[in-house]
């Protein structure tokens, strides 16, 4: 008996290590669709692609696959999520800059920070990376970049806000969520307004702090989806240690309010995916209330 229990062990095992490998290697395309009355100014369904926790990972030479995905998408905007590189000495960002430059020439690009990125602003002088560097290269292509700062673009008749939030470093601490006082969001990109407002907030552990916020629809990333998604249960753990984090990744509708939480499309520090697959995700805007 216990012979055939080592033997089913150590068939899932080598299950697992098979299916990390295949999850690693590439990336699915997952829709969600967004409806609010404040889009009721879009004639026609727009299109958002949301990318998030990139890391510098390349799908093909020069990333030419996940490109070609995202230009067959047609999308009417691109929005980062912030961790599009790996702050860490030795990993240099000059594909991922490649890569992102070639963006604006699809649709209008608006990019946040995330972790990565908001160390490499606010402590330069520990990596040796630049921040200024990536910031300018960025700019100089077309790309808006939204450090807490918003831009108000039209989809048709309908006005949406995009803003993008940097919280204090403090908040990525691991081991237990630090206070983030709803003044401290609006102090960073203001009060929330009547426009349909999009906000581009890294950290997912602070979901309710942005619903309270009042922010239409949040778009998060930083937890890779919990590096394992058990059906019915979601993330197994975040970066913070949290374990079975409430918004690992997929959509979550809180009354008038979405949240889209992305897996991302890289790894850090564990290079580890099981039934987590890395993701592109496309949004449908509309004004309708049908369902997908």
């Known amino acids: 008996m216990i012979k055939i229990i080592l033997i089913i062990m150590a068939v899932f095992i080598l299950y697992c290590m098979i299916e990390t490998a295949r999850e690693l290697r590439d990336f699915r395309l997952t829709k969600y669709r967004i409806c609010s009355p404040k889009l009721n100014g ?92 990536y910031k300018k290269a960025l700019t100089a292509c077309g790309i808006y970049m939204l450090e807490n700062a918003s831009e108000t673009v039209r989809l048709d008749e309908a006005p949406v806000r995009i803003s993008g939030l940097e919280i204090p470093l403090r908040a990525y601490a691991r081991f237990g969520k630090k206070d983030l006082p709803l003044k401290e969001i609006t102090d960073r990109i203001g009060e929330h307004g009547e426009e349909y407002q999009i906000l581009l907030a890294h950290h997912p552990g602070y979901i309710q702090e942005y619903l309270e916020y009042g922010a239409d629809l949040i778009l998060s990333g930083h937890y890779h989806g919990g590096v394992m998604q058990l059906p019915g249960i979601g993330g197994v753990i975040s970066p913070d240690f949290t374990l079975f984090p409430k918004y690992s990744g997929g959509i979550y509708r809180e009354g008038a309010q979405t949240v889209v939480v992305s897996r991302g499309l890289g790894t850090h520090s564990v290079p580890v995916r099981l039934w987590n697959w890395p993701e592109l995700i496309v949004l449908e805007l509309s004004g309708t209330s049908e369902e997908m």
Do not use: W
């Open 42 to 133: 879009i004639r026609e369904t727009k299109k958002i692609v949301f990318l998030s926790d990139l890391h510098n990972r390349m799908y093909g030479k020069e990333n030419e696959r996940l490109l070609e995905s995202i230009k067959n998408q047609h999308p009417d905007l691109i929005l980062i999520g912030g961790d599009m590189l790996v702050r860490k000495d030795g990993n240099s960002y000059d594909r991922t800059v490649r890569f992102l430059e070639k963006l604006p020439a699809i649709c209008p690009v608006y990019c946040a920070n995330g972790n990565h990125e908001q160390k490499l602003k606010e402590l330069p002088d520990k990596y040796e990376q630049s921040y200024e560097g």
